[in-house]
């Protein structure tokens, strides 16, 4: 005769299970912005609220590794023809003790452009055509003087390594829509002197990395096609395996906030749904060629950038959140005149085009793009010789941003006359410029944090920051 339990005592032996389900439930409504990290806590990348309405729904983030030379492409100086050849009238600090103090002009010509009257350099005939739809910041600095350092202050926060880069950040927060592809992935024409760390997740949850995909349809992303030999029940039977058995290791050893096993089993089924999904992205082969033309594609200088360029358009248009593309090369010590006019040809008609594809496809006032590189170039030659080069600047450079709320034609900041150094109560680090991306995403820079080492981490950690409402609509 079975003997019926009393209130007391049914409480008492399933308050575990009812425990576990309210968990559950709240853990499921909590994933966005998770900042206790406790046992248990689901990392995915499922959508997540912001924390107020965001003018941005996507970010395509553009990195030339290396140094651009703003001052010869968007930043000209009268100052620099006034002084070429002479000393420069202060001095200017390099990398190098008693570095070079001889001014060097641009060696390109510079006009004004569109509606706001922008100067550009030859350099860039096709951005000419889209002047008027970007915000400069001309006030740009960065305390970091060496490529390694100033690539992880610029797409980390932090100037060393071991830290998540800003994609991840997004991906943490937000999630994404399309759950057949990663909230945030890379696209390199060239890499950065620092690797895949530029895209790295560090010690947030694996998941929120950064995947490098290629613009080959065929295999897009590292071993993602599934062999002809295995069918598809075949191929399910596995990867439902694998996942219980991971499963089943994670409850013996009782470590449900082990990243690495979480982020193992998300990352088999995200594999399983992309291997659709990503060889459809990557195929452009329905783009009409007078798209192809307008990323570039029809050039073999600039077709490889070009390439990058039209899949990040496509990646946003299915809804990934994040997409960055490196172009990598632009360290230009010495000819720069021989090796700038290759370097800003193989980007000016694929940028050009990026712009004025998302603004003809409604994807423009939804879609953040942002350009820079580390740093910029220095005033003046970087050693006395046949064919100098400029040497790295933190001190003063330009960068852009477009759409997603950001004020069309206007500028923010200028540096001195030789374009050295940002003028002091305009400057803006790569601090700022992350807190105005997340603060276009709806999300607030101080709030978006994550529990590492016994603190709660953000993007900018305790860098000042602020965003840079000036470029704002």
């Known amino acids: 005769m079975k003997r019926r339990l009393s209130r007391r005592e049914a409480l008492r032996q399933t308050a575990g299970g009812f425990g576990a389900l309210a968990a559950g439930c709240l853990m499921q409504g909590e994933k966005g912005f998770a900042s206790g ?128 880069a800003i994609g991840s950040w997004v991906a943490y927060g937000l999630g994404t829509e399309n759950q057949n592809l990663p909230a945030y992935i890379a696209l390199e024409a060239g890499s950065a002197t620092i690797g895949a760390r530029a895209y790295s997740s560090a010690w947030l949850p694996p998941v ?71 060889m459809k992205v990557a195929d452009i082969s329905k783009e009409t060629e007078a798209t192809k033309t307008l990323y570039g594609m029809d050039d073999e200088g600039s077709r490889d950038f070009g390439n990058r360029c039209l899949l990040a358009r496509r990646l946003v248009e299915s809804g990934v959140r994040f997409v960055q593309i490196i172009s990598g090369g632009w360290d230009t010590h010495s000819d720069i005149a021989g090796a700038l006019p290759g370097l800003t040809h193989s980007i000016d008609k694929p940028l ?25 170039r220095l005033p003046t030659i970087q050693a006395l ?30 540096t001195d006359e030789l374009g050295y150094a940002a003028v002091p109560e305009y400057a803006v680090t790569h601090s700022h410029v992350h807190a105005t991306i997340l603060h276009q995403l709806g999300v607030d820079y101080e709030k978006l944090t994550y529990p590492y080492e016994g603190r709660d981490e953000s993007l900018v950690g305790v860098n000042p920051a602020r965003v840079v409402t000036e470029i704002l609509a």
């Not at 004004?112 to 005939?125: A, D």
């Not at 712009?355 to 580390?374: A, F, H, N, P």
């Open 37 to 164: 990290g406790a046992a248990g806590t689901i990392y995915d990348q499922t959508p997540k609220p912001s924390h107020f309405p965001a003018k941005a729904k996507n970010v395509i983030f553009i990195y030339t590794a290396g140094g651009a030379s703003t001052i010869d492409m968007f930043d000209p100086k009268p100052a620099l023809e006034k002084y070429d050849g002479q000393p420069a009238p202060f001095e200017i600090k390099g990398r190098a003790i008693n570095g070079s103090q001889q001014v060097m002009a641009s060696p390109w010509s510079f006009k004004q452009y569109g509606q706001s009257g922008r100067p550009i350099s030859e350099l860039m005939p096709e951005f000419r055509k889209i002047v008027d739809d970007v915000a400069f910041i001309r006030s740009m600095t960065t305390d970091r003087i060496d490529h390694s350092t100033a690539q992880f202050t610029f797409v980390t926060g932090r100037g060393f390594t071991g830290f998540p």
């Open 208 to 278: 929120y990395g950064g995947t490098l995909m290629q613009t080959d349809p065929e295999a897009p992303m590292f071993d993602i096609r599934r062999p002809e030999d295995v069918s598809v029940e075949d191929q399910g039977r596995v990867l439902d395996a694998v996942a219980g058995l991971n499963r089943a290791q994670m409850g013996r050893r009782d470590i449900h906030a082990d990243h690495e096993f979480e982020a193992r089993i998300k990352n088999y089924e995200l594999a399983a749904r992309m291997q659709l999904e990503a």
């Open 352 to 376: 050009a085009g990026l712009i004025t594809d998302l603004k003809q496809r409604g994807m423009l006032d939804e879609t953040l793009v942002v350009w820079s590189s580390e740093f910029g």
């Open 385 to 414: 010789g046949k064919n100098p080069g400029r040497d790295h600047n933190p001190y003063g450079f330009n960068m852009w941003m477009a759409g997603a709320g950001v004020k069309p034609g206007v500028d923010y900041g200028t």
